[in-house]
Nanobody, 124 residues
Framework: QVQLVESGGGLVQAGGSLRLSCAASGRTVSSYGMGWFCQSPGKDREFVAAISWSDGSTYYADSVKGRFTISRDNAKNTVYLQMSSLKPEDTAVYYC?????????????????WGQGTQVTVSS
């Protein structure tokens, strides 16, 4: 079992920045891909970013390319999401997840473990 705890969310003005952290416990996640998804009320969970375990390849939703950066620190069993130039439409609950199955990084299905989420609110 893997437990994931997100932190770093909050209220920020448009144009501001936040850094989300996701700390894993229970098992090392260094050999798994990791991802961030977000969900707004009434909408499906959407892919934000992911990072592979093998070579550190990164993947981003078009809406966040150039603004968000995903990274990982395997020694700390932690993955990060640096969010910059935030927009009101980025407002959502952000979840980190561990990719435990084969398949696309961009879909939630291959992710077997999920955190509880952290709220990000961007005011205009």
């Amino acid at each position: 079992q893997v437990q994931l705890v997100e932190s770093g969310g909050g209220l920020v003005q448009a144009g501001g920045s936040l850094r989300l952290s996701c700390a894993a416990s229970g098992r090392t996640v260094s050999s798994y891909g990791m991802g961030w998804f977000c969900q707004s009320p009434g909408k499906d969970r959407e892919f934000v970013a992911a990072i592979s375990w093998s070579d550190g390849s990164t993947y981003y939703a078009d809406s966040v390319k150039g603004r968000f950066t995903i990274s990982r620190d395997n020694a700390k069993n932690t993955v990060y999401l640096q969010m910059s130039s935030l927009k009101p439409e980025d407002t959502a609950v952000y979840y980190c997840a561990v990719k435990t199955y084969g398949g696309s990084y961009y879909r939630p299905g291959p992710y077997g473990y999920w955190g509880q989420g952290t709220q990000v609110t961007v005011s205009s």
